[in-house]
């Protein structure tokens, strides 16, 4: 089923945040149905720094066709502001699609960016993104890959002005709205009231973010599609890898913390290691033969 099939269903769509082969396979295994591979998240595990627009668009793409080479989900991938100007934006669309994705995340904030729950963000004018996302439509092989037309301006401009730039992306072409960081249940039910009934909508679930967390049946209530949770693997991650090194620099070993991380035998069973090493030998035999 494609992504785009997937959001006629009145059920929301859950996409837990990825950053690599690893995470996705995990994410595939506890049950998701769409991964989402955030642009933070490549920045905090690649980089070791903060979403504020250093990684780009190569890493991302060369990110996503190792995803798409491990797992077969759906994957939403951050576009960020599509790299530059229109003609950048519809080279990404064309980098991302040979990758994989199943849809692209485009904002209007300015170049560089940052992180959608990070203050003193500014934008790009209307008019420019909607130049971009119809650049997109136009370099788009795969009508099955999505748009998602992200904007900031709830930050920068209120709520109302939000919706007034989002009323444009939808008539340039995108197949998905996300208006960033509603700072309350009654701005996300506004924006729910006003384009659920015409248009997928995607909601972002960021602990400590501006918006207030709900839960994935409380968005589908509202009236939203997808709902992401582009950075929580990370998060998590850097507190457990803190603990994990602060653990062995202070015992020199291990077995204080091995009753919270896989052994060798379970990491290898967590990722299929035996089935590979099986499935080498059915090539090897044929050769043989």
């Known amino acids: 089923m494609t992504l785009r099939e997937r959001l006629k269903s009145n059920s929301i769509l859950m996409a837990p945040g990825v950053y690599d082969g690893l995470t996705a396979n995990l994410a595939e295994q506890a049950g998701f149905e769409a991964l989402y591979l955030s642009g933070a998240a490549v920045a905090y595990t690649r980089l070791g720094r903060p979403d504020i627009g250093l990684t780009s668009v190569t890493e991302m793409a060369d990110t996503m066709s190792l995803i798409r080479d491990r ?4 994957v939403i991938i951050d576009a960020d502001t599509g790299f530059g100007n229109a003609l950048n934006a519809q080279r990404t669309m064309r980098l991302y699609e040979r990758a ?7 904002e209007d904030q300015t170049f560089p960016k940052r992180c959608g729950h990070l203050s003193d963000k500014s934008l790009i004018s209307t008019a420019e993104m909607v130049g971009k996302i119809a650049a997109m439509v136009d370099a788009r092989q795969n009508e099955d890959v ?14 109302d002005a939000a919706i007034e730039r989002a009323e444009r992306y939808v008539e340039a072409g995108a197949d998905v709205l996300f208006i960033e960081a509603p700072r309350s249940g009654d701005e996300l039910q506004m924006v729910a009231a006003h384009f659920s009934n015409r248009i997928p909508l995607l909601a972002n679930m960021v602990e400590g973010g501006a918006t207030p967390l709900q839960t994935a049946s409380d968005l589908e209530k509202l009236g939203y599609s997808i709902v992401i949770f582009p950075g929580g693997i990370v ?24 009753d919270r991380m896989y052994d060798f035998d379970g990491l290898n069973e967590r990722i299929g290691t035996s089935e590979m090493l099986e499935r080498g030998r059915r090539y090897e035999a044929q050769g043989s033969g």
Do not use: C, M, W
């Open 146 to 159: 999505l748009i998602i037309a992200r904007t900031d301006a709830v930050a920068t401009d209120g709520l």
């Open 71 to 74: 797992v077969d989900l759906p």
């Open 100 to 106: 994989g994705a199943s849809a692209l995340q485009v």
């Open 235 to 258: 998060r998590a991650l850097a507190k457990t890898a803190g603990e994990y090194y602060e653990s062995l620099h202070a015992n020199g070993s291990n077995r204080p913390f091995a």
